[in-house]
Structures are given as C-alpha cells and as structure tokens.
C-alpha cells in the first residue's frame, strides 16, 4: 500500500476520534432565553450575541449548543462580519462562544466514514463575561 495513503488514514482515524461527537437534541429539549445583547470579549477578538430565545440544536457529552436567534457579530470581513453562532452550555455550567453548524454537521455525519463524530466542528471561543440566561418552556 502507498505510505501516503496509509499515513492519510491513520491521520484520518485518529482524528475523528478525537472529534466530539454530535447528535441532535431530543424532542422537548428547552430553549434558552438571553435577555439583552452582550458584547464578548475572546482572544482573538469580539462577538456579540443577540438578544432573545437561543434554540437547542445539536448536544455532544460534555453539553448543548444553542443556536443565536440571528446571526452573531464578529469582527469578521466575510458576511459583514454576520455569522451563524451560538452558545455551547456544558453540564457543569461553564460556556463556549461557537460559530458554524453543529445541526447540518450531525445531518451529515449519519453518511460520513466517521459516523457521529464530526468532520467539521464548530469554532468554539472562550470569553467573557459570562452569559446569564435562563431556560425556557417548550
């Protein structure tokens, strides 16, 4: 066999069990609400997230991302700086800014070598400050 080729996929295994993995949320699963938009300070930079009710969209082990109700702003030149975003809230309190598409991630992880473990993660951000939010009803 080619070594490339055998390199290329130990490469390709080892990563996608590194990568989390994804599933949709179960039905019911509550929202949250934020209810005032907040500035976000990271290291590289600034988001801000939209007030409103964040939808529960895609969970890994460690907790759920909740998806913005509009896009968040970054610093970006791309999309005017506009992207799609959320919060990720782990089990044990602590929070993630992401940006991209858990959802469409796991839609497509169900016909992917890796199966339910992502090829393209969201980008996650730590920051401050912290987020109050409260869940909602569904």
Not at 7 to 22: D, G, P, T, W
Not at 45 to 63: K, M, N, S
Not at 82 to 87: A, I
Not at 112 to 129: A, L, Q, S
């Amino acid at each position: 066999m080619n070594p490339f080729l055998t390199h290329f996929l130990v490469a390709m295994f080892l990563a996608s069990c590194a990568a989390k993995q994804l599933e949709r949320c179960p039905p019911g699963t509550p929202g949250i609400f934020v209810p005032t938009t907040v500035k976000c300070t990271h290291k590289n930079g600034t988001i801000v997230l939209p007030a409103g009710e964040y939808a529960p969209e895609a969970q890994a082990p460690e907790g759920i991302y909740y998806v913005a109700p509009e896009p968040v702003t970054t610093n970006g030149v791309l999309r005017k700086g506009k992207e799609r975003g959320g919060l990720f809230i782990a089990h044990e309190g602590w929070q993630w800014l992401w940006t991209g598409h858990p959802g469409w991630e796991v839609d497509q992880s169900a016909t992917t070598i890796t199966g339910k473990r992502g090829i393209i993660m969201p980008t996650h951000y730590k920051f401050e400050p912290f987020i109050r939010f409260q869940k909602t009803t569904r």
